[in-house]
């Protein structure tokens, strides 16, 4: 009888602890969006790497072939709201990839989530890109939200700056797609690294700006050069 009640009292007192026991801090989400035509699976050596430094990530899909920009920004304000709903988060980040990054601005300029605060845009068409007004009459039914990132009349072109959040982009030197100057963007620090544009996010020393940039809001190596 004895021997039962130690192990009762024993039993109450891991309770006891295990109840008090500090639960972890909140992390920060991260929330990925990746390029025209590719899916998020595109994004996940990014996930991998951020989740390995401690954030919480959120890899969202859509599909290109969607009206346009406006479609996919509000799905992405859906998204955004309703994991945070689930699981609040002290801050809010975005990392995007070409289109991606139309799609976060467009998303942070009309219904941006509390606690939104760094942005990495990587090969951006900021300025629109002159590859899609050549290629924009060729595939724009296969793929219409082309249309918005020409460089004349484009949505990416019009939307403009992002206020109170702290911008990064990464341009890749012989990109292809979008030219460096296309990337720049009014407030934002910029950074060329060796690449072209269907890799860049891929590459360890891309995966290394990301993390450095979230984690302290400043661009290793960042330079006006370009957009001067």
């Not at 942070?108 to 090969?123: E, F, I, K, S, T």
């Not at 060796?194 to 809001?217: C, E, I, N």
């Amino acid at each position: 009888m004895f021997a039962r009640v130690l192990v009762v009292l024993g039993a109450l007192a891991l309770a006891g602890c295990a109840s008090t026991r500090p639960e972890s801090p909140p992390r920060d989400l991260v929330v990925l969006v990746h390029g025209m035509g590719r899916t998020p699976l595109s994004m996940a050596p990014l996930a991998i790497s951020l989740q390995r430094a401690g954030y919480r990530v959120l890899n969202v899909g859509y599909d290109s072939q969607r009206p346009g920009v406006a479609e996919i920004g509000a799905a992405l304000s859906d998204r955004v709201a309703q994991e945070l709903a689930a699981e609040p988060a002290p801050r809010v980040h975005y990392v995007g990839h070409s289109l991606g990054t139309v799609v976060i601005r467009w998303h942070l300029l009309h219904d941006p989530p509390p606690g939104a605060d760094r942005v990495v845009m990587l090969a951006p068409p900021n300025q629109g890109a002159a590859s899609a007004d050549r290629f924009a009459p060729l595939i724009g039914w296969a793929l219409p939200p082309i249309r918005e990132l020409r460089a004349t009349g484009g949505t990416a072109a019009d939307l403009g700056p992002l206020p109170d959040v702290a911008v990064a982009v990464v341009a890749g030197d012989r990109d292809g797609k979008v030219a460096v100057a296309e990337t720049c963007l009014d407030g934002a620090q910029h950074r060329v690294v060796p690449s072209g544009h269907t890799a860049l996010m891929w590459r360890p020393r891309v995966l290394r700006l990301v993390r450095g940039f979230l984690d302290t809001g400043e661009m290793a190596g960042a330079s006006d050069a370009a957009c001067g």
